[in-house]
Structures are given as structure tokens and as C-alpha cells.
């Protein structure tokens, strides 16, 4: 039987915690370490399920990795080989970054199309069209995307939509690319930017990270660097919202509250006092919140990752809040978890209407993705009695020591490992 989490509501937290590296700036910056012969260091990782299963992904193409508490060692030999590991791609999304890196250092690159989160249809149709602009063919053959290019030259791209990863992509990609590589509507969340900072330390020129046009004049060849994970802003954005829901107060650590301008500015619109320092926040909440409505959008807009909490907090809001998704298709699959939960929730396509109730009333419920895992540990908060959240391996992928934390903060909230508790 899968580990759950049996939470225990009505407490309200409060305290300070730290957030660690974001899981998806690491990712791609361990993705990014195949673009140079020799070891590059990364620190402020992570203890998340997603990083060890990136190192499967770099051994299989020939890399070595180690992995020491916070910080993660990779060696990435003069010759890297073109095809990732099936199966261990085939785990996780965030996987899909060894496109640009591998088709830039080989030539050719073999990536399985990843699993990862039910949150919706993830093509990967800018990626390919990216590659294809700088000179790769690409297509789809046995579960898998190839692409090939004797020689990859700079190109004028213009996305149809501000993808994060097909920015990644062609990003890592055009750092090798003969001439320059102009790159219109490409993403600019801070992952972006860190990614960025580390190619630039590791000697690619790259303008413009963090704007909506990136220009890359490729270069011969990178050399491996030392660099630091920016701190992981959903993570941040959780505990901001758990402060709020519970009517607590909870100063955070570890992240640039830019990073999190909008998600902050909601809160305080729902009645929260925020204080804000230069790498960190305090979230103080001393109310019931009040109903905010929401859309989520491509950074600077709201993150379609804190959906989920931003329908937690609607849930007991005081007034009815409407939240449109813009991002993922299916990612009200989880309201549907909140009705058990008893939460007065209607789905019209992308959007939801909530009418905000006093109190969640407690059940099982099951978690399917990493943010919505964690969406229903805070609804679970904020519920009468005992909540018993299932399938917490996706929670598990994306949030280190959450339990501890929780329980710092004033939580009850226990892990039951296997069969326990039955
Ligand atoms: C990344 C994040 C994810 C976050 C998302 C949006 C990682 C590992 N994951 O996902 O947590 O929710 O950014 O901030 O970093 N699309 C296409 N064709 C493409 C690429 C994307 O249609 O070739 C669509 C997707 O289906 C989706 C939208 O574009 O509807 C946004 O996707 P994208 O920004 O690429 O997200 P990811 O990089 O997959």
C-alpha cells in the first residue's frame, strides 16, 4: 500500500521555515551540465524524488553523478551518449530538458516523451519547431522524440506561447548553435533566468533572460561551472497560503519575494498582512479570508502551480471566487477531491466558481499531481477532523521534509507508511 498523510485539522501554523532550491530550476540545470566536458556543481538543491531520478537519466548517458546532502556533483564526459534511458525518462517531465543539451553536444538526441503530472496534454510541438528552426529534423518514433541535426544555426523564433520548456530547450540548444539565435514570446519565469545565469557562468552570451525576447550568439564550446539554486517559489507560495488558510503566521525564507509579487498581492486582497524582505516574507492572517478571483498565466501572471491553493483558500473564503485556468487543461481534476472535502465547487471549462464555506468537512481523498497533493494537505488544515490524503509519492516529488515542516509549524500531520493505520 502507497504512503498517505493523515492530517489532522484546526490548528494554526505558525513559525519560520526555509524553502530549499526550486525542483524546476535544478532539473534543468542538472540537464543543462551535459552541455560541458567536466564537473559541474550545483548547490541549494532539493531533497526531492526528482533529483535522484535525473541522476538516472545522466548516468544512462554516460555522466557521473553524485548526490551530497544539498549539493549534486555531475561529470559529464568528452563523448555523451544521444539516447536517454526509456524508462527513467518516461517518470518525469522535467526529463524532456536533455533535448537541447544532447542534440547541441551529439548532434542527436533520443528523449522517451515524458509521463510526470496529470495536469493535462503536454505536447511538445514548440520544442520540435525550435530545433527545426536552428537546422534539426525532428519526429516522434517509438514513444520517442528524435532529432538530428548535423549542425544547429542561430534562427529567428517566435513561440506561439510563452512555453517554459521549449524556452529551455531551444535555450541550451542555441548556446552551441553557429551565429545567433533570436528568441520572441520566450518564457520568463526566474527559472528561466537562473538557467540562464548558469550558461552565461559556464561562457554562452545570452541577453535579454527574464524579457520576452532572448538573444543567444552561440559559442564553440562551454566550460562546467559552480552555481546556486534560486529558491523554489511554489514551495514558498504554499506556505504563504497555508499561513493565510489557517489564520496564521509564518515568515518564510529563502526566496525572493518578487518571485511571488502577484500571488502575495492576492493574499493581501483576501485580508492577510504581508511583510516583505529582501529574501523572504511574513505572512500573518488574523480572519477568515475573503473571496478572491484569480487567472493563471505565464510569469509575471499567477502560477498555474498555486492554482491549487488559491482554490483551497476559495474554498473557505467568506463570498463566492472564480478561478480560470489558462495554462493546463486538466487541472481541476483535484476540485473534484475538494467536494468530498465538502467544499461548494461548480467546474465550467476552465474555469471554477467556489462559493466559500465556514469549515471543510474531513474524508479520504487522492492526490494527482505534486500540487495538488499538497493543495489537499492544506484543505485538510483547514477541515474538521481527520483528513486521510493518499498517493502522497507525487507530494513526495516536489516538497523536502513537508511533513517536518508541517509539524514545526504547529500541524498534525503524521506519514502512514504502507499499511499502517488500516
Ligand atoms: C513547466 C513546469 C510546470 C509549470 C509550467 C508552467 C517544469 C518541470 N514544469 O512545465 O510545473 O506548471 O512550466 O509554468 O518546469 N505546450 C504546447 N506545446 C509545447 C510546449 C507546451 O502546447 O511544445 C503547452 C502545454 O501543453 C501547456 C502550456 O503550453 O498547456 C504551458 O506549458 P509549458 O510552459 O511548456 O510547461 P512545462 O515546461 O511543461
Avoid at 16 to 39: F, I, P, Q, W, Y
Avoid at 91 to 102: H, N
Avoid at 103 to 108: D, F, L, M, N, Q
Wanted: hydrophobic share 40%.
Amino acid at each position: 500500500m502507497k504512503d498517505r498523510f493523515r492530517v489532522t485539522g484546526g490548528a494554526r501554523l505558525s513559525g519560520v521555515v526555509k524553502v530549499d532550491g526550486a525542483k524546476n530550476s535544478v532539473l534543468k540545470l542538472m540537464a543543462a551540465s551535459l552541455l560541458a566536458e567536466g564537473t559541474t556543481t550545483l548547490t541549494n538543491c532539493p531533497e526531492i524524488l526528482d533529483v535522484p531520478l535525473m541522476r538516472k537519466v545522466l548516468e544512462g548517458l554516460g555522466c557521473s553523478v553524485e548526490i551530497d546532502g544539498s549539493t549534486v556533483r555531475i561529470t559529464t564526459p568528452a563523448e555523451v551518449k544521444s539516447d536517454a534511458d526509456f524508462d527513467a525518462v518516461r517518470q518525469f517531465r522535467a526529463s524532456v530538458a536533455v533535448l537541447g543539451p544532447l542534440t547541441a553536444r551529439c548532434g542527436r538526441a533520443v528523449v522517451a516523451l515524458p509521463g510526470g503530472d496529470a495536469i493535462g496534454s503536454r505536447p511538445l510541438d514548440m520544442h520540435q519547431s525550435g530545433l527545426e528552426k536552428m537546422g534539426a529534423t525532428t519526429h516522434i518514433k517509438h514513444g520517442a522524440v528524435v532529432a538530428e541535426a548535423s549542425e544547429l544555426r542561430g534562427a529567428h523564433i517566435n513561440l506561439e506561447f510563452p512555453s517554459v520548456g521549449a524556452t529551455e530547450n531551444i535555450l541550451t540548444a542555441a548556446v552551441l548553435a553557429k551565429g545567433q539565435t533570436v528568441l520572441d514570446n520566450a518564457a520568463r519565469e526566474p527559472e528561466i533566468v537562473d538557467l540562464c545565469e548558469m550558461l552565461i557562468s559556464m561562457g554562452a552570451r545570452i541577453d535579454g533572460a527574464g524579457t520576452s525576447t532572448i538573444t543567444i550568439d552561440g559559442v564553440e564550446s562551454l566550460k562546467p561551472t559552480e552555481h546556486e539554486v534560486i529558491g523554489d517559489r511554489i514551495v514558498a507560495g504554499t506556505w504563504a497560503y497555508a499561513a493565510a488558510m489557517t489564520q496564521g503566521d509564518i515568515t518564510v525564507g529563502g526566496i525572493a519575494p518578487k518571485h511571488l509579487h502577484l500571488a502575495l498581492q492576492k493574499l493581501r486582497l483576501a485580508g492577510a498582512e504581508i511583510e516583505t524582505y529582501d529574501s523572504g516574507f511574513r505572512v500573518r492572517m488574523d480572519r477568515r479570508p475573503t473571496a478572491v478571483d484569480y487567472q493563471t498565466l505565464p510569469f509575471p501572471g499567477f502560477p498555474t502551480d498555486l492554482q491549487p491553493m488559491a482554490i483551497g483558500i476559495a474554498t473557505i473564503a467568506e463570498g463566492t471566487s472564480v478561478i480560470t485556468e489558462n495554462v493546463f487543461e486538466s487541472r481541476f481534476r483535484f476540485v473534484d477531491e475538494l467536494q468530498r472535502l465538502g467544499a461548494d465547487a461548480s467546474v465550467d471549462g476552465h474555469h471554477v466558481v467556489l462559493r466559500g464555506i465556514e469549515q471543510l468537512s474531513s474524508t479520504d481523498v487522492w492526490s494527482s499531481d505534486i500540487r495538488a497533493g499538497a493543495g489537499l494537505v492544506l484543505a485538510g488544515l483547514v477541515a474538521d477532523g481527520e483528513t486521510i490524503v493518499h498517493d502522497v509519492y507525487h507530494i513526495d516529488r516536489g516538497y523536502p521534509r513537508f511533513v517536518e515542516n508541517l509539524n514545526r509549524l504547529g500541524a498534525q500531520v503524521e506519514r502512514l507508511v504502507g499499511d499502517e493505520g488500516k
